[in-house]
């Protein structure tokens, strides 16, 4: 169980386009869904958290108008990068945050989306 | 000082050898501990909640000591399998988790 697909694995786009990226929980509900960007060598970093029929919380220094969210369903999130630059380029994970029982708090990752803007 | 500190290593051990990792972390309010284990350009995998009383799950073990605000993971009998990024991530509340650099393992046949 707690399986997270995300939606596409890959993707290139050519400079100021938009690019969204789809994370479902395949075999839960996910009230709550997370967003993070890891560049080369560096920690995975927070960007957002989507909550069901709310709105995203964002990070520090994350730009709610160039990353939206939108959780509109209890088992789907997207991630749109809009206007994306060579410096949006990176791996991008959601995942989903268990419920109840010993999955409580544990976050099940979906595997990730490798974002080239040239 | 940040949230969650690792060491990135490399960590270069040969097969069989004992090896532990250490992450400090910066919020004495944190409520819960995790090891993932990601491999390069994967997502990262839960390897082990870590609990107050330690917890061990065959080769490996977790250990939290809140009072230095620390948590260890031991990994015993390495394997070549065992080569990959471990990262720590720490609940500080409000449902958001925090992820250490990751501690790069490399194990030598």
């Known amino acids: 169980g707690a399986v997270v697909s995300q939606h596409p694995s890959r993707v290139i786009c050519k400079s100021g386009t938009s690019v969204k990226i789809e994370c479902r929980s395949l075999d839960f509900q996910a009230t709550t869904m997370f967003w993070y960007r890891q560049f080369p060598k560096k920690s995975l970093m927070l960007m957002a958290t989507?909550?069901?029929?709310?709105?995203?919380?964002?990070e520090q220094g994350v730009e709610k108008d160039k990353f939206l969210i939108n959780h509109a369903s209890l088992t789907l999130s997207t991630l749109t990068v809009t206007s994306a630059h060579p410096e949006d380029s990176s791996f991008y994970i959601c995942s989903a945050r268990g419920t109840s029982g010993s999955s409580y708090n544990e976050q099940f990752f979906g595997p990730g989306t490798r974002l080239t803007v040239l | 000082r940040k949230e969650v500190e690792q060491d990135p290593g490399p960590f270069n051990v040969p097969e069989g050898a004992t090896v532990a990792f250490n992450c400090t972390y910066s919020?004495?309010?944190?409520?819960?501990f995790f090891w993932y284990r990601q491999d390069c350009r994967k997502e990262p995998k839960l390897l082990m909640s870590?609990?107050?009383s330690g917890n061990e799950d065959g080769r490996f073990t977790a250990q939290l000591n809140r009072a230095s605000q620390y948590i260890s993971l031991l990994i015993r009998d390495s394997k070549l399998s065992d080569s990959a990024t471990y990262l720590c991530?720490?609940?500080?509340?409000?449902?958001?988790?925090?992820f250490g650099i990751g501690t790069k393992l490399q194990v030598i046949p």
């Open positions: 989507s909550n069901e029929g709310s709105k995203a919380t964002y």
């Open positions: 870590v609990y107050s």
């Open positions: 919020n004495s309010a944190s409520q819960s």
């Open positions: 991530a720490v609940n500080g509340g409000y449902q958001k988790v925090t």
